[in-house]
């Protein structure tokens, strides 16, 4: 290859199909779990050393409710049902859902995210 | 030297780990160069390489733990940064037991007495010493209790929203807004001897106060027992470290960092440069300030600007409890020069380690100081306030974390008119660099502040980088 037509595919190849660009991409369930939630919450439905209470079979259930973890007084008598609408407002903005609960956390996640995230943990068993 | 072969060949196998997906699905083939091998900066890295990211962590230090730094060659190994796990530290807790380091509640603090002035007062003396200068309705709370008092009208007890526009009123000079809210002079003098949240109150944001006050008024009770690592809280770090699967380069500051459009170029002072497709600047911002690298115009602006706290610590060890029999605790409070004094017991031996811990502007003739001037000006206080002291102490370490170029301070403090806008315009990714470290984090300070900032910036980068 000359160097001239060299120089163009190499071009080509390093900064046109293969540097790496700045665009959103969306974030899986799994991803954003791992990222967000895992260091204080357990999957399954035991309880561990974990801060949090585990986020398995979330769906339906009521919150406040797993034996063996000691949940705020906010939560457990707040009556929420862990559905998709209920897990979107407490994940948005956790403070503003169930005042005065005791999960310290400011959400970094953005309304897509969080839907992706609920959508995810709702299926976990 | 980079031929065109490998160029060709690098770009050959870069497109075939585009095609196959990489690990667990992204991020194989980017290269991320973390600047700084404390906690946050840890965390981002570990995080990036489970999903599959190439991680260079580079640190200044010949040792990585960053603000975490536990004497190892005093006996009782005491922490001269990092000392508390707060109860729900659920990331720190979490690391610690995944990785095996084995936590502990700490060995008891031996309480307090004070001195004031020249007068030493036992504690069960201090609402009727003649010394206490608090006025009536004050004077049955001991000095180091009087910020809590902040918390009778702490709009955060009940929400983390310290940015919240319709609570910036807060966001003023701490010494007049304490004076606004009743807070005697007394008081406040009292709390400028020692304070731990700001170098002097006029200089500190009320809100910033708010914050830490509402946190620990949120997050305390007896069941949430505080924590360290039995071996020393530097062992997590370490063991982090140990997880990633290139090793940490030590002894390598950064002096320059170039970003364009599509790469990072971090140089490092001993020649070698390191090429990315982004960098997380996990440093302290006083070590930022040391690095050539173009950041937004406000983050410039605001370089400089943002302060943080000072700290002198001088780690003694002591072989028998001279304050038995004289009827004093163990530990001090004062409004000298020696500010707090913390004493507790080594486990398993009859001696102690007793740390003279000197807070804020304070420090500043100290740092000015060489360190033997400055170990000699603390002991000479020492055996003045202690006499009985002098025969049973030796001096092990002088920790200055001010005077350190890669900390340049303990922890960032937020002054007047800051804590609305200038931390989240200090952390905002610009380009292809991103921020992390305890100044960035939202939620929670310390060493848990640090684990949750890896995580944002960990998060914003997987989003960007495709």
Redesign the interface.
């Known amino acids: 290859m000359r160097p001239l037509l ?1 120089a163009v595919f ?1 071009s080509a ?3 046109g ?9 969306p ?2 369930g799994e ?1 954003l779990y ?3 939630c895992r ?2 919450h357990s999957l399954g439905t035991a309880p561990d ?4 209470p585990p986020l398995g079979g979330l769906l339906s259930r009521q919150a406040g409710t797993v034996d063996g973890y ?1 949940f705020s007084e906010a939560l457990s008598a707040s009556g929420w049902i862990w559905r998709l609408p209920t897990l979107l407002a407490w994940l948005t903005d956790p ?1 503003a859902a169930i ?2 609960n ?1 999960m ?3 959400n ?2 953005t309304a897509e995210e969080v839907q992706q995230l609920s959508e995810w943990l709702l299926q976990q068993p | 030297m980079l031929t ?1 072969r490998r ?2 060949e690098g ?1 050959i196998a ?2 075939l780990a ?1 095609a196959s997906g990489g690990c667990n ?2 991020g194989s083939g ?1 290269r991320v160069v973390v600047v700084g091998a404390g906690l946050s900066g840890l965390n981002a890295a570990l ?1 990036l390489e ?2 599959g990211f190439e991680v260079d962590v580079v640190e200044a230090k010949t040792r990585v733990g960053g603000r975490l730094w536990t004497l190892d060659h005093l006996p009782g190994s005491p922490e001269g940064g990092g000392n508390v796990m707060g109860a ?4 720190v ?3 610690a ?1 995944h990785l095996d380091i084995a936590l502990r509640t700490p060995p008891r603090t031996l309480p307090s007495d004070y001195c004031i002035g020249d007068q030493r007062i036992s504690r069960d003396r201090w609402a009727s010493a003649g010394a206490n200068p608090l006025p009536e309705a004050w004077r049955t709370i001991p000095p180091q209790r009087l910020m809590g008092k902040l918390n009778e009208t702490n709009p955060l007890l ?4 310290w940015h919240d526009p319709n609570l910036m009123a807060s966001d003023r000079s701490a010494e007049v807004g304490l004076k606004a809210l009743g807070f005697p002079n007394a008081a406040i003098e009292l709390i400028n001897a020692n304070n731990s949240y700001g170098n002097n109150l006029s200089d500190t944001s009320l809100m910033a106060l708010y914050r830490i006050m509402g ?1 620990f008024g ?2 305390s009770g007896p ?1 949430l027992a505080v924590q360290e690592a039995t071996l020393g809280n530097m062992r997590l770090p370490e063991a982090m470290a140990k997880q990633l699967s290139r090793p940490v380069s030590l002894g390598e500051p950064v002096v320059a960092i170039r970003h364009s ?3 990072v170029q971090v140089a490092l002072a001993s020649g070698k440069t390191l090429e990315a ?2 960098a997380i600047l996990a440093l302290p911002l006083p070590a930022l300030e040391h690095i050539e690298v173009n950041l937004s115009a406000t983050q410039t602006s605001l370089l400089g600007q943002i302060d943080y706290h000072k700290i002198v610590q001088l780690h003694c060890i002591v072989d028998a409890p001279f304050w038995e029999g004289a009827g004093w605790s163990g530990s001090w409070w004062t409004d000298g020069l020696l500010g707090r004094i913390f004493t507790r017991p080594i486990p398993n031996t009859s001696r102690y380690n007793m740390t003279v811990w000197i807070n804020g502007d304070h420090c500043d003739p100290l740092n000015a100081l060489d360190e033997a001037a400055c170990t000699e000006t603390i002991t000479h206080a020492l055996w003045q306030l202690v006499p009985e002291a002098r025969d049973v102490t030796s001096v092990g370490q002088l920790v200055r974390w001010s005077t350190d170029p890669y900390a340049g301070g303990v922890w960032a403090l937020w002054r007047p008119g800051q804590a609305g806008t200038a931390h989240g315009a200090i952390r905002a990714p610009t ?2 660099l991103f921020f992390a470290g305890e100044h960035t984090a ?3 300070r310390g060493m848990e502040g640090a ?1 949750e900032s890896g ?2 910036a ?2 914003e980068i ?5």
């Open positions: 060299l190499l190849v390093q900064f199909f293969l540097s790496a660009s700045l665009q959103a991409r974030l899986t991803q791992d990222v967000a260091a204080c050393h974990r801060v949090g000691q403070d005042p005065n005791a310290n956390y400011v970094p996640l | 065109r160029l060709l770009s870069g497109l585009s699905g992204m980017r995080i489970r999903w729900q530290y659920g990331r807790v979490h690391m037991h009940k929400t983390r929203a946190e949120r997050l069941a459009p599509s790469r497709d982004a380009g292809r939202e939620a929670y684990m995580e944002r960990a998060l997987m989003r960007v980088l495709v």
